[in-house]
């Protein structure tokens, strides 16, 4: 059992930034591959990036490409998404999800073994 909690959500304006944060617990986190996914209002939850477990590999939604960075430290059990040049369309609550086998390109959401409960994040204009 892995429990995944998500932490650094917040308000913030157009062109700002914000840190989240995914600090795992129980299974060795090293062992699992790493998601952000998003739901914003009234839409579906959607991919936002991946990484590998030893963070070499990593991939990203068009979206967010150039704007967003996953990364992890797995001596602190913690996986991260910087969100820079924030858009109100990135208003969303953004969940941490692991995955033993799912790769950072062919996955799908059903192959997550493992969710947090999210955090909010708001962009205002």
């Known amino acids: 059992q892995v429990q995944l909690v998500e932490s650094g959500g917040g308000l913030v304006q157009a062109g700002g930034s914000l840190r989240l944060s995914c600090a795992a617990s129980?299974?060795?986190?090293?062992?699992?591959?790493i998601y952000w996914f998003r739901q914003g209002p009234g839409k579906e939850r959607e991919f936002v990036a991946a990484?590998?477990?030893?963070?070499?590999?990593?991939n990203y939604a068009a979206s967010v490409q150039g704007r967003f960075s996953i990364s992890r430290d797995n001596a602190k059990n913690t996986a991260y998404l910087q969100l820079n040049t924030l858009k109100p369309a990135d208003t969303a609550v953004y969940y941490c999800?692991?995955?033993?086998?799912?790769?950072?390109?062919?996955?799908?959401?059903?192959?997550?073994?493992?969710w947090g409960k999210g955090a909010l994040v708001t962009v205002s204009s």
């Open positions: 999800a692991a995955s033993r086998f799912g790769g950072v390109k062919l996955f799908r959401q059903d192959d997550m073994d493992y």
């Open positions: 990484i590998s477990r030893g963070g070499g590999d990593t």
């Open positions: 129980g299974r060795t986190f090293s062992n699992y591959f």
